[in-house]
């Protein structure tokens, strides 16, 4: 192992080459040299991000992630897991790790793939021997309250994962084919979940580094779709994830994502993803009987949609945005789903929108 330790006043960044990088992903580390060689006090939280050509982004996540107004007794480490070819973002992590004061933990994961970015991640919240592991997305800015009320969640809950409120961030006035202003609306306060997301979540860390989910990780077979799986088998391995509406993040939404055909493309991608997920965890019978449910109603439904959406729009607009964009979902929808119950669910992230 080489290493390097630089002081800055009470700041230091260590930067290790541990392994060779077809191996382990290489490891940076910031962090607060006031709080080296001091026991750690619980309970401690690491906050893990996944990024790749998204630097102002992720600079302004990781200024929210600092602005946090956390409880005083708990302790805070930042992962950052870049997953370009380069070290591009090693340099904006390290200035933001020498100004906030937190230990700040970069991880180059060469390895082009979210599933491979966030399993490098949760390697690194296992060696730190954190109690509870956090994630969000780095076009997210998690709001001031946000690690506070995830744990205070989990505690009113009984919950191992904790999932939270997403807050879409469009321009204003809204373009015509945006997806609107919020999600999460389906779920109320404690309702138990059979899955999460990583773009506002908390599990603990027990999970991913032993007991009854020894070996849990996201699975890097999938293009899409992993955090769904992975809090799937969490679930099924015992795991109890409960919805929380106090934690709220809030996602930039791009103007590559206001398209009508980005809204297809998502369309086609996401039951693309269902379709193959329930295949792989409900059979062939079930998830056949599911398309096939989707191309004897939703098809019909979705073409009596777009065929009244001229009409619609000499009256209103909203109504003709509605019908619109339902019935070319309803088409996509069966397309994806066709393509994903072979396992054919594509890739959404070849190109990555944002800036």
């Known amino acids: 192992m080489s290493c390097v330790c630089r002081n800055t006043d009470r700041i230091a960044y260590l930067v290790e080459d541990a392994h060779p990088a077809s191996e382990f992903p290489a490891d940076v580390v910031l962090a607060n040299c006031s709080g080296m060689g001091a026991d750690r006090v619980p309970p401690s939280v690491a906050i893990g991000l996944c990024t790749a050509y998204r630097p102002n982004m992720l600079k302004a996540c990781l200024e929210a992630i600092a602005a946090q107004q956390a409880p005083a007794d708990l302790t805070i480490h930042v992962v950052v897991a870049d997953n370009e070819p380069e070290r591009s973002n090693e340099a904006l992590v390290r200035e933001f790790g020498l100004r906030s004061g937190l230990p700040?933990?970069?991880?180059?994961?060469?390895?082009?793939?979210?599933?491979?970015?966030?399993?490098?991640?949760?390697?690194?919240?296992?060696?730190?021997?954190?109690?509870?592991?956090a994630f969000t997305d780095d076009d997210c800015r998690v709001d001031r309250d946000w690690v506070g009320n995830l744990l205070q969640a989990a505690t009113r809950h009984g919950a191992d994962v904790i999932y939270g409120r997403r807050e879409l961030v469009v321009s204003d006035p809204p373009p015509l084919w945006s997806s609107g202003s919020a999600t999460g609306g389906e779920h109320s306060e404690g309702d138990t979940l059979r899955y999460a997301a990583t773009h506002n979540v908390l599990l603990r860390a027990s999970l991913v580094r032993g007991g009854s989910a020894e070996g849990l990780q996201f699975d890097e077979r999938l293009a899409h779709g992993e955090d769904t799986d992975f809090f799937h088998r969490a679930a099924d391995r015992g795991a109890r994830i409960v919805y929380s509406r106090d934690p709220v993040v809030f996602e930039t939404v791009c103007p590559e994502r206001t398209t009508l055909a980005y809204q297809i493309r998502r369309a086609y991608h996401y039951a693309a993803s269902r379709s193959y997920f329930h295949r792989r965890y409900k059979g062939w019978a079930r998830?056949?009987?599911?398309?096939?449910?989707?191309?004897?109603?939703?098809?019909?439904?979705?073409?009596?949609?777009?065929?009244?959406?001229?009409t619609a729009w000499l009256f209103s607009k909203p109504t003709y945005r509605t019908l619109v964009l339902k019935g070319?979902?309803?088409?996509?929808?069966?397309?994806?789903?066709?393509?994903?119950?072979?396992?054919?669910?594509?890739?959404?992230?070849?190109?990555?929108?944002?800036?």
């Open 104 to 133: 700040v933990h970069y991880i180059h994961e060469p390895r082009r793939g979210i599933p491979q970015a966030r399993n490098a991640v949760l390697a690194k919240c296992r060696s730190l021997g954190v109690d509870w592991i």
């Open 287 to 310: 998830a056949t009987k599911k398309l096939v449910a989707r191309w004897v109603f939703q098809v019909p439904l979705a073409v009596v949609r777009l065929l009244v959406a001229p």
């Open 328 to 355: 070319m979902a309803g088409l996509a929808g069966a397309l994806g789903a066709s393509a994903g119950l072979f396992g054919r669910d594509g890739n959404p992230y070849r190109t990555i929108d944002g800036y």
